[in-house]
C-alpha cells in the first residue's frame, strides 16, 4: 500500500505530537530524507517552546469573573416570555420581508466574509474587545524583550516587523493573538499621550493576497486594510479615518 505523502498538516501535528503511533513514525523517518523539513520542525518547536515561556505567567493568573462561563451562561439566559416575544418579533418580520417581496431587502448587503473586508470586521472586534480595557489590554508587554518579536513570528510567520509608530505620536504597547473564522492574528496595540489608543491586525489572507489599502468603517470605529505577499493587515481606531491615513502610510512603509 502507498503511503500518504507528509503533509504541513503532519508536520505541525508532530509538533503538537497529535499524530497516532504509526503515523508518527513515518514522519520522524521522513525528516532522515528532508532536512528542510527537519529544520522547519526544529524551528515550530522552538516557537512553540518560546511562547509557552511568554505566556507561561498569564497563563497561571485566574480567570477574570467576566469571563467565567457561568457568569456569561446566567447574563445571557432571559425569561422565558422575554424569549417568546423575541421570537414572535421575529417571525412577523421575516413574514413581512416575505409578502414585501424583497422590496424591503433593496440595498441590504450580507457582512463581508473574506478578504480584507473581513480583516477589517475582525479588526474592529478586537478593538472593540481589548481597547477599552485597563487591566490587560495585551499579553505580551513591549518591555524590550524578544518576547513580543517571538510571538509575532510564531504568529504570522517569517521575520514579523513590528512596526514604530513614534513619529506619529503613538508607542507600542504589546501584543496577543487573537482568534479569527480565517485562523490566528497578530494583535498590536499602541497609545499616546491623551489616552488614545489604536489597533494594528495582521493574519495570512486566503483572499485578496494583493489589495489597495482600503477605508473601513464600523459605526464609531474607522480603519484603513491592505495586504501584501499573503499577509493582510488592518488598522483601527476611534479617531477619524483622515488622522488615521498617514499612520497606516508609515506602517506600510515600515513593513
Known amino acids: 500500500m502507498t503511503k500518504r505523502p507528509i503533509s504541513e498538516d503532519d508536520l505541525q501535528a508532530f509538533v503538537d505530537r497529535a499524530l497516532d503511533a504509526e503515523r508518527h513514525l513515518e514522519v520522524a523517518a521522513f525528516f532522515e530524507t528532508d532536512d528542510d523539513a527537519a529544520k522547519r520542525v526544529a524551528a515550530y518547536r522552538q516557537h ?18 467576566r469571563l467565567n ?7 445571557q439566559q432571559l425569561p422565558k416570555r422575554r424569549r417568546v416575544a423575541q421570537t414572535a418579533a ?4 421575516l413574514l413581512a420581508i416575505g409578502a414585501s417581496g424583497g422590496w424591503l431587502l433593496k440595498g441590504y448587503n450580507m457582512p463581508p466574509t473574506e478578504g480584507v473586508a473581513a ?26 524583550s524578544d518576547d513580543l518579536k517571538v510571538l509575532a513570528s510564531a504568529t504570522i510567520g ?3 516587523v513590528i512596526p514604530n509608530l513614534s513619529k506619529s505620536g503613538y508607542r507600542l504597547m504589546g501584543g496577543r493573538v487573537v ?5 490566528s492574528g497578530l494583535m498590536l496595540m499602541y497609545d499616546n499621550d491623551k489616552g488614545s489608543r489604536i489597533v494594528l ?12 489599502m ?3 468603517d464600523q459605526h464609531d470605529i474607522h480603519g484603513w486594510s491592505w495586504a501584501k505577499r499573503g499577509l493582510g493587515y488592518s488598522l483601527v481606531g476611534s479617531i477619524n479615518s483622515e488622522d488615521l491615513h498617514p499612520i497606516a502610510d508609515d506602517i506600510r512603509s515600515q513593513i
Open 179 to 183: 482568534p479569527t473564522s480565517h485562523g
Open 201 to 212: 491586525l495582521a493574519r495570512r489572507m486566503q483572499v485578496d493576497s494583493e489589495r489597495a
Open 119 to 144: 480583516l477589517a470586521q475582525e479588526a474592529s472586534a478586537s478593538y472593540s474587545t481589548f481597547a477599552p480595557d485597563r487591566v490587560r489590554p495585551v499579553e505580551v508587554r513591549a518591555d524590550g
Open 48 to 65: 512553540t517552546a518560546a511562547l509557552r515561556s511568554a505566556l507561561q505567567s498569564v497563563a497561571a493568573e485566574p480567570i477574570p469573573s
Open 214 to 216: 482600503v477605508p473601513s
Open 90 to 93: 421575529a417571525a412577523v418580520i
Open 158 to 160: 517569517g521575520e514579523a
Open 69 to 75: 462561563l457561568a457568569n456569561i451562561i446566567e447574563k
